[in-house]
């Protein structure tokens, strides 16, 4: 598959990770005694954004070829998205429903927080496994201006710039 349709794929599941941190941080600012479990997702899922965002750069302008369905990085972002599609499913529960009715939905929501104890743990360690496969293939890509001289780094560095 080539890197700009992983990449088109990633841009859509990249806003369902935003969807999720919008729907963190709203009901932590809303219900001030929020889980611990609500802010360290937050914090978890806003590191994933940030390196699904670079990801999506680095496909888009220095990735030459194309992957095979069964390497690590299409592997990693397909069970990632799966992974991320069924936390927002959990989490969509605590947007609001009713806005007329906004005090009773923020005090079903603190009753409500949707997602089990062991149901965290292992959604936060499968978020951060992914975030660090994402570093390191960001950082295995851009291992190879290590080898490459400054003439051709700053060559390569404006071509990505007039894209």
């Given amino acids: 598959m080539d890197p ?8 859509g599941f990249l806003s369902l990770a935003l969807g999720i941190t919008k729907i963190l941080s709203i009901y932590i600012s809303d219900i001030k005694p929020a889980p611990s479990d609500a802010k360290n997702l937050l914090l978890e899922v806003t590191a994933l954004c940030h390196d699904l965002d670079q990801l ?28 991320i599609e069924d936390l927002y499913k ?27 104890k062991d149901d965290y743990q292992s959604t936060l360690g499968m978020i951060q496994r992914f975030v660090g496969s994402f570093r390191v293939s960001l950082m295995v890509g ?17 071509e990505n710039r007039k894209q």
């Fill in 4 to 11: 700009f349709t992983i990449s088109a794929g990633l841009s």
């Fill in 56 to 83: 999506v750069k680095f496909l888009r302008t220095d990735v030459k070829g194309d992957f095979a369905q069964t390497s690590a990085l299409y592997v990693a972002i397909m069970t990632c998205q799966k992974h």
């Fill in 90 to 116: 959990k989490l969509k529960k605590l947007q609001y429903r009713n806005d007329k009715n906004k005090v009773k939905g923020i005090a079903k929501r603190v009753v409500e927080w949707p997602i089990r």
């Fill in 142 to 158: 851009n291992c190879e201006l290590l080898f490459k001289s400054s003439a051709e780094v700053i060559s390569s560095l404006e």
